[in-house]
């Protein structure tokens, strides 16, 4: 097939293989997968709204095995806010979800948001009837920890289409800084194994990927990131840190600015669901202050088209981020470094 120009925007990957990923989706998934892609990009420049969301994150257990300083699952106040009472979505409201998305041809899915998705014990099968219900990009996003070698044989099985590892580090020493709670050497373990498997399979999917939040701990050490992990996975990845703020500033790279351009799409894009069936506008820390609907009393159609998801995107198009104290909040807090 001819090489499709896909790519939303240059990704900030280190060495050669920046569109690779993309590439190889659009190889194996066909049309749908780029009149999918094409999409995203024209919701991505906020000049398409869908009639559905493109892509829904469900956030399954709202909790974590590790305490990462970066994330909200690191601070105890916040933790324990975010996740009081939280039960993860019930396979009932569930199946509601998958129906009304089968119905609308929605394309992709995530099974995590601030939490860790492999602390749901039935996630595999939640991603094969995700499957059956016609997503065609799935999508895991995992600290790795809990990746036995079951677990990576089921998930294959399953039929994920792309798998971050979000590891922010390539020794011990950093890992256990960064990572806290979580085992270095076992990761690396449950990593290699997945990707030998799905080579020794034959299968060119799930694409694999390193991902590295760019802090105090890791922007010093991005390229030797790049280096140790390219040679692991498909892809490596650098996201911009968002300090949280007045908890997680701290670990502000040095030279980072904050990045005063910031423009948000994500209600263009995307939905989140939490465990109670609240509907979140995107998957920002702060976001749970802006719930904009529950599945078990509305559809997604009449959430994604109601007048608070209108009113997001009004205000978001001006970039007026203070009709919202999320939005405030999430929008002063992304750093850049220039340099990377
Ligand atoms: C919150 S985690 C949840 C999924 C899973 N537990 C994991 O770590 O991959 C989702 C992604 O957010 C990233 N992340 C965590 N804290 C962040 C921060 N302060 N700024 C930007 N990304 C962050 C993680 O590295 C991960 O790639
Ligand atoms: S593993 Fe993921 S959810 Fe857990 S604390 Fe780290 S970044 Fe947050």
Known sequence: MKKQNLVEKPKRIYGK?????ERILAEE????????????IKASNRELVTDFPLYIQIEHTGKCNLRCPTCLQGIKSFRDNYSKGFKPLSMDLYKKVLNEAKKYNCPSISFHNNDEPLLLNDLEERVKLAKKAGFID???TTNANLL?????????????TKINFSVDAFNEKDYEKIRVGGNFKKVIKNIDYFVKKRND???RLPITRATCVLTRFTAPKAKGFSEF??????M???????????YT???????????TGFTCNSSWQQIVFRGNGDVLPCCSFYATGMVVGNIKNSSIYDIWNGPKMKKIRQELLKSNFRFSPACEKCAGTFYIIKSL
Do not use: C, H, M
């Not at 992990?229 to 498909?234: A, G, N, P």
């Not at 490596?236 to 007045?246: D, P, S, T």
């Open 17 to 21: 293989r920046t569109d690779y990923g």
């Open 29 to 40: 998934l066909g049309e749908k997968y780029i009149d999918y892609r094409k999409k995203w």
């Open 138 to 140: 799935l999508i895991i």
């Open 148 to 160: 036995t070698k079951e677990r990576a044989d089921n998930l294959l099985k399953a039929g994920i």
């Open 201 to 203: 399979l034959n299968l």
């Open 229 to 234: 992990w390219s040679k692991k996975v498909d």
């Open 236 to 246: 490596v990845e650098f996201q911009n840190y968002q300090a949280i703020k007045n």
């Open 249 to 259: 500033e701290k670990n502000i790279p040095a030279g980072a600015k904050i990045y």
